[in-house]
């Protein structure tokens, strides 16, 4: 089975910590972010490939072709336009097979190069099912995530962007279990007027359109990084799950 790590992006929040290394490899801890996400692949992952961009020559060093028994391809995003659009490019490795099958289509695993995520909730995502699955955390307070709204019957309905301040909310982790008929459909806008292609948006609108059912895996261990007071927060928080 095949996964994507999105890891083009700088990450600007990040000031100068990524004047010289891509988000995705800052440290925490003594490692860079992207090695938590290879100690998150379940087994059934044999194969990754690593979407990068932006200093993307560091991220090739540093892993080369293989790390921790998983085996590695790079593709380049260029136009760096969003989640869907950085997806988009590895659609035709992953059209040519290498996953495991369900309902006659591969399925792959998604996720962000710079969050943490657990080993526990990828082997969720990845259970059997002909469904694409969406990892979601309850936040006491969203600001720029995701909000996953759930319809009557516990799917997937609605996912908001947009600064949602101090209220509460369902928040997408953007880990997804997908499978390749998503490249049958378009890529949509992150928002209304937006150049950027996400893939939340992209996901939710295939889903509809080609009546595949999308669903929520409930989780409280995701760790969201978007500035450098988060990295300080996800090494303490670590910490405590060494002791």
């Known amino acids: 089975m095949q996964a994507v790590i999105l890891a083009a992006g700088r990450g600007t929040r990040m000031v100068e910590l990524t004047t010289k290394v891509p988000k995705p490899m800052l440290e925490v801890e003594g490692k860079p972010l992207l090695e938590y996400k290879f100690e998150a692949l379940p087994e059934e992952i044999d194969e990754v490939i690593i979407i990068v961009g932006y200093l993307g020559e560091v991220i090739q060093k540093h892993f080369a072709g293989s790390y921790i028994g998983k085996h590695i391809r790079y593709v380049e995003q260029k136009d ?44 969720e995502c990845i259970a059997p099912g002909n469904v694409w699955r969406l990892l979601v955390q309850q936040l006491p307070e969203m600001y720029r995530a995701g909000n996953v709204e759930l319809g009557e019957d ?45 893939l939340p948006q992209t996901v939710l609108a295939a889903s509809k359109e080609l009546g595949i059912r999308f669903e929520p895996v409930f989780t409280d261990k995701w760790i969201q990084i978007t500035s450098p007071k988060d990295l300080v927060r996800t090494a303490e928080v670590l910490k405590k799950l060494k002791k």
């Open 154 to 198: 516990g799917s997937i309905a609605a996912i908001v962007e947009g600064d949602q301040r101090t209220a509460p909310g369902l928040a997408s982790t953007n880990m997804f279990l997908l499978d390749t008929r998503l490249f049958t459909a378009p890529m949509v806008a992150k928002q209304a007027g937006s150049l950027e292609l996400g």
């Open 80 to 123: 760096l336009n969003g989640t869907a659009g950085a997806l988009w490019c590895a659609k035709d490795i992953l059209s040519a097979g290498g996953g495991s099958a369900s309902g006659g289509k591969d399925r792959f695993l998604v996720m962000m190069g710079d969050d943490i995520y657990t080993r526990e909730n990828a082997e």
